[in-house]
């Protein structure tokens, strides 16, 4: 069974930074693709990033240029570094590794940036 684990997030003012960690309990070059989805209350789930096997990175329109999604294959671990945060950043983050047709998601963490 494949695990999804994430840490990081919290609370931070608009301008500050908050970085997020994704790990998964097999290799991570397993997977199709890995990256961060994110849900705000009343709007549907949203791409942040992910990052595919062969390294290529995805962004949503709404970050470009201010967050960045790396990997650390020797941890299997995808990182995401949130910079320049602003209040409509702020909903809950979960991770999702896909193989093939099959998802596996985190439990999500929150991530509140007040103004």
């Known amino acids: 069974q494949v695990q999804v684990v994430e840490s990081g997030g919290g609370s931070v003012q608009a301008g500050g930074s908050l970085r997020l960690s994704c790990g998964v309990s097999r290799n991570i070059f397993d997977f199709n693709a890995v990256g961060w989805y994110r849900q705000a209350p009343g709007t549907q789930r949203e791409l942040v990033a992910d990052?595919?096997?062969?390294?290529?990175?995805r962004y949503g329109d709404d970050v470009k240029g201010r967050f960045t999604i790396s990997r650390d294959s020797a941890v299997n671990t995808i990182y995401l570094q949130m910079d320049n945060l602003k209040p409509a950043d702020t909903a809950v983050y979960s991770c999702?590794?896909?193989?093939?047709?099959?998802?596996?998601w985190g439990q999500g963490t929150q991530v509140t940036v007040s103004s």
């Open positions: 999702r590794a896909t193989i093939l047709r099959t998802e596996y």
């Open positions: 990052i595919n096997v062969g390294g290529r990175k």
